[in-house]
């Protein structure tokens, strides 16, 4: 976990949760390597950039090119039926860009996408975007979102690059501006990949959603305090809201902005997700819903909404006041709207009651077979497996940084870890080296596994963590 991310635990960027964060054990930044032979190779590729493709290709797909199955050589990385070249920035893997043909939101009986049907339900006369290539340009990620050139978000260690321009989208607001300049409402739903630790509520790709509405500048208040007025189904008296947000100069209204239009667009937007989350949760009697402040690179002023579920307050989306520059840029110039993103597993985890973030991707029909499209039910454990724990200890060295160190684990045992958990750490009083120790859980979701073949698993672990990361087994 890289420190200055804005990444919740429940995989929602946040500025509020990176603070709750403890900070990174062992790290440096910037170490983009440890990518063992493809890390080689495309040292070897340096400053040769991004050929085959025109990144204003992306866009809807047709006959769904993301089914077929990626693949990656010595100098191009295939993906969604289009080829890129590797540089010296590629740290994508086979492992996860297997997981692009997936499309687990694209199942109706899988939870992710009951989720995500009874979100839209809120929504119906959104324009809903469901087939956007995860392979997103840096610009689409984070310039077009005005995101700083050293924002934290952009580092090797926590984002998968095909090549330095060219990488898997980390959010579904990297087709905002794309999906604005066609509708003034609109949603995106889509898999999102980014690097991280291993445990229960941590996988590296997991879903999201977007919205927006944009309102006419001028007309805005009149248009946005009618429609509020007129809504009969009167959802927010059945919601207990404290709203704790307040409009300083650490959450600000834009200059360019009139205040009374953001203001009332601000309240469109809370009325409008009041309203989806008394949807989703509508087996709720009391659902209490509390407004905070937040900060985002692309929305201000920025807030997250949290509810209150099971005695804990649960964060569930961030949202704000759309930049301006980005209306501009979309040819939007007098609009003004708002936006917000959730992740869907985090809901879906909750909702469904699922222990495991790694269930979503069984492919178990004990799993499966559980779920009905459009209903939310709650699952029912098929088995827990024995766990098997083993310890790595090494001298760690400059570069090296825990969420490479998971990634290695995760292309080595894939879905059979459960977590990876630094268990000791010191350094050495006279050399300085540092030690650290993980304790490694396995456990299958689906059967039993043997000591036999865990050990053959951690001993592959233990030469490809030396061959990848340069560390110094102990
Ligand atoms: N993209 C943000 C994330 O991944 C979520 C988000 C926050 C989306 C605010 C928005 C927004 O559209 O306005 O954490």
């Known amino acids: 976990m890289a420190s200055g ?20 054990r062992i790290m440096n930044y910037g170490s983009a390597s440890l990518f063992g032979d493809l890390q080689c190779i495309t040292k070897l590729l340096a400053n040769e950039l991004i050929a085959f493709w025109e ?81 997103v340009t840096t610009k689409q990620n984070f310039d077009d979102l ?37 509708a003034d409402k609109v949603l995106v739903t889509a898999d999102v990949y980014r690097r991280d630790e291993i445990d229960a509520s941590h996988y590296p790709v997991f879903h999201q959603m977007e919205g927006a509405e944009l309102f006419d500048t001028k007309t805005a208040v009149d248009v946005i305090r009618k429609q509020i007025a007129t809504d009969t189904a009167q959802h927010s008296k059945s919601i207990h809201t404290t709203d704790i947000t307040v409009i300083t100069d650490k959450n600000p209204k ?98 469904f009651g699922i222990p495991d973030i790694r269930l979503f991707w069984s492919q178990d029909e004990r799993f499966l077979h559980q779920f009905e499209p459009s209903k939310i039910q709650k699952f029912k454990a098929f088995s827990k497996y024995p766990p ?15 969420n490479n160190f998971c990634e290695v684990v995760r292309d080595v045992a894939g879905d059979i870890v459960e977590d990876v958990r630094m268990i000791d750490e010191f350094t050495h009083p006279k050399t300085k080296k540092c030690s650290v120790c993980y304790r490694i859980n396995y456990r299958s979701m689906d059967r039993n596994v043997t000591n036999v073949e865990i050990n053959e698993i951690q001993d592959r672990l233990r030469e490809e963590v030396v061959r990848r990361m340069k560390v110094e087994l102990r």
């Open 388 to 402: 098997c724990f083993k310890d790595i200890t090494f001298w760690s060295n400059e570069d090296f940084h825990e």
């Open 254 to 351: 834009q200059d360019c902005h009139d205040q009374a239009a953001m203001l009332a667009t601000a309240d469109h937007l809370k009325y409008s997700l009041n309203k989806m989350v008394r949807n989703l949760f509508s087996h709720e009697k009391n659902l209490t819903v509390r407004w905070i402040d937040a900060q985002f690179p692309f929305t201000s002023p920025s807030w997250e909404m949290e509810i209150l579920y099971k005695g804990k307050w649960l964060e569930v989306l961030g949202c704000g006041v759309i930049k301006q520059d980005i209306l501009n840029n979309a040819g939007k110039p007098d609009k003004i709207g708002w936006a917000f993103g959730l992740g869907l597993e985090r809901l879906a985890l909750v909702l």
């Open 5 to 24: 991310m804005f990444r919740a635990a429940t995989q929602q960027w946040s500025s509020r949760t990176l603070r709750a964060r403890p900070a990174p």
């Open 55 to 135: 990144p204003d290709q992306l866009g809807q797909i047709g006959s769904n090119p993301l089914k077929e199955p990626p693949t990656i050589t010595k100098d191009s990385i295939t993906v969604g039926g289009k080829t890129y070249k590797v540089d010296q920035a590629t740290n994508v893997t086979t492992t996860i860009l297997e997981k692009t043909t997936r499309q687990l939101f694209q199942i109706p009986t899988h939870p992710i996408a009951i989720i995500k049907d009874l979100i839209a339900s809120t929504f119906p006369d959104f324009k809903h975007y469901q087939s956007f290539s995860p392979v």
């Open 146 to 182: 005005c995101f700083a050139k050293d924002h934290p978000g952009r580092a090797a260690t926590d984002t998968y690059y095909i090549n330095e321009k060219i990488m898997l989208r980390t959010h579904t607001s990297a087709h905002q501006l794309q999906v604005l300049t066609e």
